[in-house]
């Protein structure tokens, strides 16, 4: 092995031996996910300070995985969320799709990596832009190759939010105009569409939905927001129809204050 990477790798060891219990659902995602670069990439984040343990598993996806992170400071813990996408597994005829178009990123590349990692600062620039313009997402932290490091969402014991689609509001209607407002938000002030707004992607944090996942959202001049922005609108409807909240389209519309420009059937 690489010197270089061996060192990385029982840095890495050093940082996942020291959580407290091992799981087996570590293991699993320890070997599956710690490619060399993806270890190196979680070395230099430890080194330059940004975390200090790794802490076990939040979600295992089919593109991410979602870590616990520790992170020390003046002797109390903090946790953070640890993005890491897998660069064998990732859908890059989509994430190519999503970033043609977008005048941020300008790439005619067809290397993987590359993609990846412009696919996390796609991520990280968005939800920068949806936290300065208030908008209720993790807070982000740093973005380095196929890693995000974010606010982690959960309480002070380190249990993490779960999804709406797992967590049912109490109060269904309310939880829904308060994710319009924070929809409304995103659309009018970061100037974005999600773009793969769902129950999977929202997170009940007490009661306040906390929006995420926001790699693919594009900004609104992108040739295919309004088409993403409809079948937000329709995937929210639905789904909280089935939750049993009384809306319509037209309400979520005029909640979202998008006027009367945008046909939806
Ligand atoms: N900041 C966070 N705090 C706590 N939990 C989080 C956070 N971000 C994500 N998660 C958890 O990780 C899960 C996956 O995150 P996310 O939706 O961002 O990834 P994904 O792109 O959908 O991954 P995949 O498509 O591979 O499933 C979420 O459903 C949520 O349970
Ligand atoms: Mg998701």
Known sequence: ??????????????????????????????????????????????????????????????EANVLKGLKYKNGKEKFIAVKIYRIATSDFKKMQYYIQGDPRFNIKSNNKRQLINNWVNKEFRNLTRGFDAEVS??????????VLLLEFIGDDEGNPAQTVRNQKPEDVDDFLDKLLFE???FIHDANLIHGDLSTFNILNKDENPVIIDVSQSVVRDHPIANELLVR????????FKKLGASTSIKEIKEKLDLGNDLDID
């Open 1 to 62: 092995m690489d010197p270089k990477i061996a060192k990385a790798d029982e840095k890495i060891q050093k940082i996942i031996s020291e959580k407290r219990r091992k799981s087996v659902e570590d293991k699993r995602v320890g070997s599956e996910i710690f490619d060399k670069q993806t270890l190196e990439t979680l070395y230099k984040l430890a080194n330059q300070g940004y975390m200090d343990v790794l802490n076990g598993a939040i979600s295992t996806g089919k």
């Open 137 to 146: 997402v993790p807070k982000p932290i740093v973005a380095l190759n196929n």
């Open 183 to 185: 929809t409304k938000k």
């Open 232 to 239: 937000d609108i329709k995937n929210i409807f639905n789904e």
